[in-house]
């Protein structure tokens, strides 16, 4: 299947980089390379773009889809949150800009034998790095009760949480769940027919919180922001889109910490502690996608784009 992805809030996200001709630039989700084409299509000669992928398929796909900038692009299959080390392995310590589109790729979503998707029968993987050995199966069937329910209501906000960990743990006291289709039925069983009815596909924040669960997608996201602030040179930006509430949060509250860090008590006269501010938000509310957008692409529905400034 030919790699697609949906470039969200593209327009946006390339006019907030503000990109410098001569800069250095880092897309940590490189995708199908949307929003990296756009950054490289602003560079000159003496630009550069780093693009980060765990997903094989997406850097073959990006790097065919920059194929014309050449010795403008470094491709990485890496986690993002080896940005810095991986940087500083090829010699730089300082970006301009560095973006994240943390949307799973249309791609993942419509290849059945990924396991992402909760529309068809496949074997529950859910890996963004295949390379990974643990996958979604390993975590419905070795985990807890107790565990089961922590992911779903904290990664899903699922409010059936604790009745679908039960269903999924006496169903495997029989026999081992193994495909995406027997865990949809599963998550049915545990949710009554009415609530089904009003909303959306009854798998959904189920499917999310153990993708976000298996591939670490929040800590990765909060261990790694502060890193990638370091990372800018003055002036520099970087701009974040999310699609849940739990990402936007961490987000945010990270962008704001780095922008007023100080921690004295709100009675002090003054500051004392010594905490000096990285930088500014941007973006005091999000941007959100056009309607335009959104009769082009409803899974953009939820993003989320926040921007912070290095100073």
Same mark, same amino acid.
């Given at each position: 299947?030919?790699? #697609?992805h949906y470039s969200v809030l593209l327009k946006e996200t390339v006019e907030q980089l503000a990109v ?25 000669? +003496? ?24 010795? =403008? ?8 949150? #080896?940005? =810095? ?10 970006? *301009? ?21 909760? =529309?068809?029968?496949a074997p529950l993987d859910m890996r963004m790095d295949q390379r990974q050995e643990k996958t979604a199966? *390993? ?27 039960? @269903? ?6 029989? =026999? ?11 998550? +049915? ?9 009003? %909303?959306? @596909? ?16 929040? *800590? ?24 849940? !509430? ?19 008590? !709100? ?7 010594? %905490?000096?501010? %990285? ?19 409803? #899974?953009? +529905?939820?993003? +989320?784009?926040?921007?912070?400034? #290095?100073?």
């Amino acid at each position: 299947m030919e790699f #697609r992805h949906y470039s969200v809030l593209l327009k946006e996200t390339v006019e907030q980089l503000a990109v410098r001709p001569d800069g250095i630039y880092v897309d940590g989700t490189l995708g199908g390379g949307g929003h990296a084409f756009e950054v490289c299509r602003r560079l000159s000669e +003496k630009g550069h773009l780093y693009g980060f992928d765990q997903d094989a398929a997406a850097i073959e796909a990006a790097g065919n889809r920059l194929l014309a900038y050449g010795s =403008r692009v470094t491709l990485i299959r890496s986690n993002y949150s #080896r940005m =810095r080390e991986e940087l500083k392995a090829r010699g730089v310590c300082r970006a *301009d800009g560095i973006l994240l589109d943390l949307g799973v790729s249309s791609y993942q979503l419509d290849e059945a034998e990924r396991g992402f998707t909760y =529309r068809e029968d496949a074997p529950l993987d859910m890996r963004m790095d295949q390379r990974q050995e643990k996958t979604a199966a *390993d975590i419905v069937n070795g985990y807890s009760e107790q565990e089961l329910y922590r992911v779903l209501r904290d990664f899903g906000e699922e409010r059936f949480a604790k009745n679908i960990a039960k @269903h999924i743990v006496n169903t495997r006291e029989k =026999r081992p769940i193994r495909t995406t289709g027997e865990l949809v039925e599963i998550i +049915k069983a545990a949710i009554p027919l009415k609530i089904r009815m009003q %909303k959306g @596909h009854p798998a959904k924040q189920t499917f999310q919180a153990i993708r976000i669960e298996l591939n670490q997608e929040l *800590d990765v996201l909060k261990d790694s922001l502060d890193d990638m602030i370091d990372l800018l040179n003055p002036g520099g930006r970087i701009c974040i889109i999310t699609f849940h !509430s739990l990402e936007d949060r961490i987000v945010k509250n990270t962008f704001r910490r780095n922008e007023n860090p100080c921690t004295c008590p !709100s009675h002090f006269p003054v500051c004392v502690c010594g %905490k000096i501010s %990285k930088g500014r938000v941007v973006t005091r509310k999000p941007m959100v996608p056009t309607d335009r957008e959104l009769e082009e692409n409803s #899974r953009s +529905k939820s993003a +989320k784009l926040r921007v912070f400034e #290095r100073t």
